[in-house]
């Protein structure tokens, strides 16, 4: 009996395991809005001018 409940409980883990590869490889490589967000998530450069006041 104990035995039995071991095993059911590893294979338990094993695959939630397994679910959350398979999840994190489709969010990662097949999913193209992530690209998307962070392509357009890029920061710009702005160009400060100074300016010199002489008295």
Request: hydrophobic share 40%; proline share 0%.
């Amino acid at each position: 009996m104990q035995e039995e409940r071991k095993f059911v409980i590893q294979g338990i883990f094993i695959a939630i395991g397994i679910v959350f590869l398979i999840r994190l490889f489709y969010l990662q490589v097949l999913d193209g809005s992530y690209k998307y967000a962070a392509d357009n998530n890029v920061s710009t450069s702005m160009q400060q001018t100074t300016t010199s006041s002489k008295s």
